[in-house]
């Protein structure tokens, strides 16, 4: 990877609620990361970056037979999400997809793909992500997402797994641990992963997590302009000359929002999509 992606999360006050969330985006100068909020004042009033109603193109490639899902291939929305499994915040926001699937995925109304996105400041994370790839090659989808909640809920994050660990994960959710060693020792799933970064570059993924809601039905101009409002609310917290939270695709059928947003912001944009 020749460029080194950035992991985001967002402090923010959103509407009435006002959820705070402690934290910090980090966006990449010159090949060197960079904490925004230390190099740079807060803003504090509007974004200059605020207004979403214009749409940015999100190239995301289409769901298809290779996806890792959870729920209804063709619910009304599918949240495709790119994640990197020794990123803090991709483990925070991880809890909030399942709670979200949760509610919505035993209806049929929404589903969530699972893409890898290993950042170039965790270099044990491709690893990771191979080896969830041979949960798969072993167990299928259920043995693949099983990897992926159980490394989430051991990993201390920050490239802090210890690789040894792998195969003792492999175990704990009942899979053949010599045939989990032979498949990741052979590094055949490193060109899916790669695909999968290659794929989130195009979509425009500058970090981790970053969820691109794929829609059944565009989004109508008033659901544009709610999700524009949501957004202003995150921005007044965003130091100036950041990246909008969320954006719109120009066909109206994706919406991207990057970062580790709250469960309840989350729910919010969900059923303002359903319309709800």
């Not at 080896?131 to 693949?144: H, K, M, R, T, V």
């Not at 954006?247 to 580790?260: E, F, M, Q, R």
Request: glycine share 8%; charged share 15%; hydrophobic share 40%.
């Amino acid at each position: 990877m020749d460029a080194q992606k950035n992991t985001v999360t967002i402090p923010m006050a959103i509407l009435a609620a006002a959820i705070i969330i402690a934290g910090a985006v980090f966006l990449s100068r010159g090949g060197a990361t960079v904490d925004v909020f230390k190099a740079q004042p807060q803003a504090t009033g509007q974004s200059q970056q605020s207004d979403i109603t214009a749409p940015q193109a999100i190239n995301s490639r289409p769901v298809d037979s290779s996806d890792h899902i959870i729920g209804n291939p063709n619910a009304n929305i599918v949240m495709v999400e790119y994640s990197d499994l020794e990123c803090p915040f991709c483990k925070a926001f991880h809890a909030t997809l399942q709670s979200i699937i949760g509610t919505y995925g035993k209806t049929g109304q929404v589903a969530w793909v699972y893409r890898h996105f290993p950042l170039s400041i965790h270099p044990r994370s491709p690893k990771e992500s191979q080896a969830a790839e041979c949960a798969w090659q072993l167990a299928g989808n259920d043995g693949f997402w099983n990897y992926v909640n159980k490394v989430f809920s051991v990993t201390p994050s920050n490239n802090g797994l210890d690789p040894a660990q792998l195969p003792v994960i492999a175990g704990e959710i009942g899979l053949n641990v010599d045939q989990f060693n032979t498949c990741l020792n052979s590094g055949k799933y490193a060109s899916k992963i790669q695909a999968d970064y290659n794929d989130g570059l195009n979509a425009g993924v500058n970090g981790t997590p970053n969820t691109v809601l794929v829609l059944k039905t565009p989004l109508t101009d008033a659901q544009a302009q709610q999700l524009s409002g949501i957004n202003q609310s995150f921005m007044q917290n965003m130091a100036p000359g950041s990246p909008n939270v969320i954006t719109i695709d120009p066909s109206k059928l994706k919406v991207d929002i990057g970062g580790a947003i709250p469960a309840q912001t989350m729910k919010q944009i969900i059923d303002l999509l359903l319309g709800k």
